[in-house]
């Protein structure tokens, strides 16, 4: 049987991840996969996370099984953190999942039991599981305008014309904020414009929330969705607690499922349920139940959101002092759009030679692409990583 397997590539991000761990230079700079780096260019758990821990440590009794659906205290706060009063409890059903990408494997699934024939609208560019779990789960995609690499800049005329082709039986995936891999995201005008758009042609958003917090903090990140909440009957929202909790390997995440009226959000968290326990039953606890703690411990929460602010405060000064050093070295005002832009990522508008050139001459790994993980820098290295960049013909 095993045999008759092909070989499956690994997506090109967890490639470049085993790319570098293979690369025995000592100096080599990982600027590919999405993880937060401290000036010491490391990846430390959390202060509110380690206390939520230890308190965990202490207490817990037991290790047996939650519920399929996840902890309902869990869920409760992931639905007030995120939507806050922008829809109404009873019409949101919720269930917890492994990380935000199995919120977008079990969201897709919800849509292809609704409708087999949804079309997923995805940003051109996006996140490269976008298009693979949709094809996986066997729903056609179809690509939308989303970036002006010309400018840096979303495209939003483009956009907007393009969402305008979705019908009532399609899915729109938008990214909540920190747009990965461009780091250019909606205004809020843009998401009025969506709002309308969508609410016109009756297509399902799905959005994508990973970085909560790292855009304009928690609230401004927040805003665009709350919108769409506000005017749409129907919505999809896939949450991560990876990176604005840094709990990337607890595989913490939830999908929230906003329907029209209660009675649908009963039959919704019914079908959410059943894709549970058909894909892998209970959802991990143990980094669910810290982001519990801390969202509901006031004292816990301040510190959470201090260190978020410092993280995301600490994204906004590299991106500054890289289009700064790039503007020295080159004298052109041409890599502005690194400071502007929002999140962990930029497309710094690299050639796959150049990227290739960036790495073998000179250590430096962003992905294939051109995406370069901002956040991944430290003071330290990044004169090296402008040079490179320069010196690659950027
Ligand atoms: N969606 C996007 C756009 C991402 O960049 C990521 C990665 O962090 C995720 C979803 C989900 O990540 P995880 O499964 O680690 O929570
Ligand atoms: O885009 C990133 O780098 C993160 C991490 O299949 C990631 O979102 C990358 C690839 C992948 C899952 C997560």
Redesign the pocket.
């Known amino acids: 049987m095993l045999t008759r397997l092909s070989p499956q590539a690994p997506?090109k991000?967890?490639g470049l991840m085993q790319q570098f761990r293979a690369d025995p230079r000592a100096d080599k700079i990982d600027l590919?996969?999405?993880v937060y780096r401290d000036a010491a260019g490391g990846t430390p758990v959390m202060r509110a996370v380690k206390t939520a821990e230890q308190r965990i440590w202490q207490a817990q009794a037991t290790k047996g099984y939650v519920g399929i659906e996840g902890d309902p205290a869990f869920l409760d706060a992931v639905r007030t953190l995120v939507l806050d009063d922008a829809a109404p409890p009873d019409r949101v059903a919720a269930v917890a999942t492994p990380g935000g990408?199995g919120a977008v494997r079990i969201a897709l699934d919800l849509v292809r039991l609704a409708n087999p024939a949804a079309r997923v609208f995805i940003p051109d560019p996006s996140?490269?599981?976008h298009a693979a779990i949709a094809g996986f789960v066997g729903l056609e995609q179809v690509a939308y305008r989303y970036y002006d690499a010309a400018a840096h800049a979303l495209d939003a005329a483009g956009m907007l014309a393009d969402l305008e082709r979705a019908g009532p039986g399609d899915v729109v995936i938008l990214h909540g904020c920190c747009h990965?891999p461009t780091g250019a995201d909606l205004s809020p005008a843009d998401w009025a414009d969506v709002a309308a758009v969508l609410q016109k042609t009756g297509a399902l958003p799905l959005v994508d929330l990973?970085y909560l917090g790292f855009g304009a903090g928690v609230e401004a990140d927040a805003a665009g969705l709350r919108l769409l909440a506000r005017h749409l009957p129907e919505m999809l929202i896939a949450v991560s607690g990876s990176k604005n909790f840094g709990l990337y390997r607890e595989r913490v995440g939830a999908i929230l499922a906003l329907a029209g009226d209660a009675a649908t959000a009963t039959l919704a968290r019914g079908n959410l349920s059943n894709l549970n326990r058909q894909t892998y039953a209970f959802p991990p606890d143990h980094g669910a139940r810290v982001v519990t703690d801390i969202l509901a411990d006031p004292a816990l929460r301040a510190d959470w959101q201090t260190e978020l602010d410092a993280m995301r405060t600490r994204m906004e000064g590299l991106r500054g002092a890289l289009s700064d050093t790039l503007r020295e070295l080159s004298g052109s005002d041409r890599f502005g759009f690194i400071a502007a832009q929002k999140g962990m990522f930029s497309l710094i508008g690299a050639t796959p030679a150049q990227v290739a050139t960036m790495r073998d001459d000179h250590g430096v790994y962003v992905i294939g692409d051109g995406r370069m993980?901002v956040a991944g820098l430290t003071e330290a290295i990044l004169p090296r990583v402008a040079r490179a960049m320069l010196a690659a013909g950027l």
């Open positions: 997506d991000i967890i590919g996969v999405g990408t996140w490269p599981n990965n990973a993980n």
